[in-house]
């Protein structure tokens, strides 16, 4: 891409490889544990679904009969339960949901388990590939009716046949993307609940039922609409791959996804999210599923201005952690966000800086904006000249995913009405000003492009720093977002799992060989 700001390709590329440095050590850990999420994950990849009488999931029931034998894999006692009792996979997820123990059953011989694995693997297999192929005709079909940036709108109500109406209404208004908001506090829950669900608190359980329930909304309303509607959800926390495996089932399209947010902002143990978000990460690989990374969230407790590299340093690091779970750069939805201070002087510049710099140094990622949120007042007029800007802004640099603002931040969660004020107002700033960009050339020496400059440099002495001290004691030590939690702490460690010599995982062994990663 053509630089506009005359950032130094040297220094990109230096801040490239000590994000690699810094990254290695950390793949190093995750390449040689598994946890509880990861077993469920694969399980469910394999078909294990339902609850039992309580409301257990099978995926849980099985990974708790499996504790002492966990460095073997979950799967190859479920497997071994498929044979032993000649069952299918929905027979013998009622007899788990019944209370068979399937880790209490013989071992048979290795080879049949292993065929038999073969055979649940080439039916996820094809069932994803069905679903990229869905999604890739539909996108071909209706090229170019898109907004460009994508216009992301999120609903939460917390009862999903509510959302399901909500997300009709908003697609029809032109929204280009769909998220449905977790309810409070999900991210902390280690299981996923079953089935439909109607009583979330400040946003809708997810669950694959709910994934179902939505998707086949928003696919109603696609061929009336002349374009494809993307659909996300929330791929963090205590169950990011088995998110991720109910998002690569049931065809969704984005998933916010960032281990980095779990560790400052829910205090999950820092092993554990490593090690879950790279499973995570490579089953969205494989499904073509956008991934969106919570750098904005940074800027919530640290100065947008003073600590904008810590930004743009997390992007390098998300970025080296894609790469290393198998997602290539199209699919990578980098986060960062409008949160300066709107009565700092020259701050729209500044602004501008920060998103034409993200986008020159990650040219092909569809980058994730997000709008004014930390100094939204409840004066709503304020807020839509904000918003306003924020749009200018996006449209000008070429962002990706546009999450869209609303005139009633701060007051309630947006109603129909908001949501369509907030996309009439992005159509209207983004439709009169569509060839600006190429009309506009930065001073080499002006405010912006010495902002930029300024930033990228900072951001290459901090990685240098957490380079000298390795990512987890900075973590510790709180670098990023001016948070410490430190490494033995955390919630999810007691299901963190050192793999055993016989580890069993032939889902994951199919996942590397896909997407050409390296034992």
């Known amino acids: 891409m053509e630089t506009k700001l005359g950032l130094s390709e040297e220094r990109i590329q230096k801040a490239r490889e000590l994000a690699a440095r810094i990254v290695e050590p950390v793949m190093a850990f995750v390449a040689e544990h598994t946890s509880v999420t990861v077993e469920r994950a694969t399980l469910r ?19 708790d009969q499996c504790k002492g034998l966990l460095e073997n894999g979950a799967l190859i006692y479920y497997v071994n339960a498929l044979v032993r009792t000649g069952e299918t996979v929905q027979g013998l997820n009622r007899l788990i949901a019944g209370g068979l123990n399937v880790a209490s059953l013989p071992l048979g011989d290795r080879a049949a388990l292993e065929a038999k694995a073969r055979t649940l693997v080439e039916a996820f297999a094809a069932r994803v590939k069905a679903n990229r192929g869905h999604r890739d005709a539909k996108l071909e079909a209706y090229k170019g009716r898109n907004h460009s940036p994508l216009l992301y709108v999120i609903v939460a109500t917390g009862n999903i046949y509510e959302d399901r109406k909500q997300a009709v209404a908003a697609a029809e208004q032109g929204a280009d993307v769909i998220a449905v908001i977790r309810t409070t506090a999900q991210s902390l829950l280690d299981y996923v609940p079953y089935g439909p669900t109607t009583e979330g608190f400040g946003g809708t359980y997810a669950t694959q039922e709910n994934f179902r329930i939505m998707r086949e909304a928003l696919d109603e309303v696609v061929d009336r609409q002349g374009r494809y509607i993307l659909l996300t959800n929330y791929c963090s926390g205590l169950c990011m791959p088995e998110i991720a495996a109910m998002g690569a089932l049931e065809r969704l399209d984005m998933m916010l996804n960032d281990s980095m947010y779990g560790i400052l902002f829910r205090d999950i143990n820092m092993y554990r999210t490593f090690v879950d978000q790279k499973f995570s990460r490579m089953i969205n690989a494989y499904a073509g599923i956008i991934i969106n990374t919570g750098e904005d969230n940074y800027l919530t407790t640290s100065d947008a201005v003073e600590k904008a590299y810590t930004v743009l340093a997390s992007q390098f690091l998300n970025e080296r952690f894609a790469y290393a779970a198998g997602l290539p750069a199209r699919l990578m939805g980098l986060g960062h966000a409008f949160e300066m201070d709107p009565t700092l002087k020259n701050g729209f510049l500044l602004e501008l800086a920060q998103a034409q710099m993200a986008r020159e140094i990650f040219p092909e990622a569809p980058l994730k904006y997000m709008p004014p949120t930390k100094f ?3 004066d709503i007029f304020k807020g839509l000249a904000m918003n306003s800007m924020f749009n200018f802004v996006s449209k000008l640099t070429g962002q990706g995913i546009h999450l869209l603002g609303m005139l009633t931040e701060a007051i309630h969660t947006p109603f129909m009405m908001d949501r369509f004020l907030a996309l009439d107002n992005a159509k209207h700033v983004m439709n009169t000003m569509e060839g600006l960009a190429d009309e506009i050339e930065f001073k080499r020496d002006g405010v912006i492009a010495t902002r930029a400059r300024k930033v ?3 951001t290459v002495e901090f990685l240098e720093s957490i380079d000298r001290i390795g990512l987890m004691p900075a973590i510790a030590q709180g670098h990023f977002a001016d948070i410490k939690r430190p490494a033995d702490l955390g919630k999810g460690l007691d299901g963190l799992q050192k793999k055993g010599p016989d580890y069993f995982n032939p889902f994951e062994a199919y996942l590397k060989n896909e997407l050409n990663l390296a034992d």
């Open 376 to 378: 939204m007042t409840g």
């Open 45 to 63: 990849l394999a078909g294990a679904d339902g609850a039992d009488a309580d409301g257990v999931p099978v995926p849980n029931l099985v990974v």
């Open 456 to 458: 990228l440099e900072e």
